[in-house]
């Protein structure tokens, strides 16, 4: 458990701190001692923030940020898309662990992205992953038709970035209303799978609008 509630801001510099220290492979890995384990078994969980990133196994939110058990309440999704139950995850980590910041996460070599973008018909169940972010693409297309393939991509994932925090405050009252009392922050960052730094994109550019 964290010693002490943190603002959305101080939330914000830690994670920016620890990412800073994975990049540049000098990380500290806080947290991730036994005690720390007996700790939060018995007292409970109070994570600092809440991220939703993508299922990737090269985005490993915990180690990007170098932070340990009980930091960091993750909801890991292909695509990183805000859907009902990864609402509801974020829901539940604001009105009952008491959550002050949520980060959207994108990345680079967006799979979901690319499968989306390239238009293929896709089986079972994850049809309906990619037919979340074909808008993105075809929005993302339409504003940049002159972008080479791999730029085009790199838009595509950034766009489905702040779509996601969309779809989260659109569909949810709850944390629009948390929101709007500056009891929690929302913002969007983008993480480069081969550099290992993440950009941090802040607030939705329609935030006042989505509200």
Known sequence: MTDLAMTAHEALQTLTEGNAKFACESVERPNQCRIRRMVTSEKGQKPFAAVLACADSRVPVELIFDRGIGDIFVVRVA????????????????????????VVLGHSGCGA???????????????????????????????????????????????????????????????????????????????????????????????????
């Open 113 to 211: 992205v690319r499968a989306s973008a390239q238009a293929v018909e896709h089986q079972g169940s994850v049809g309906s992953i990619v037919r979340k972010i074909i808008p993105v693409v075809q929005k993302t297309k339409e504003e940049n038709p002159d972008l080479a393939e791999n730029e085009l991509l790199q838009a595509i994932e950034r766009n489905n970035i702040w779509q996601s925090i969309e779809d989260l405050l659109s569909h949810s009252a709850v944390l629009r209303e948390h929101l709007k009392s500056s009891h929690i922050g929302v913002v969007g960052a983008y993480y480069d799978i081969a550099t290992g730094h993440v950009e941090w994109m802040g607030q939705h550019p329609l935030h006042p609008d989505i509200l």
């Open 79 to 102: 695509g990183n898309i805000a859907g009902p139950t990864e609402t509801g995850s974020l829901e539940y980590a604001v009105e009952h662990l008491g959550v002050r910041l949520i």
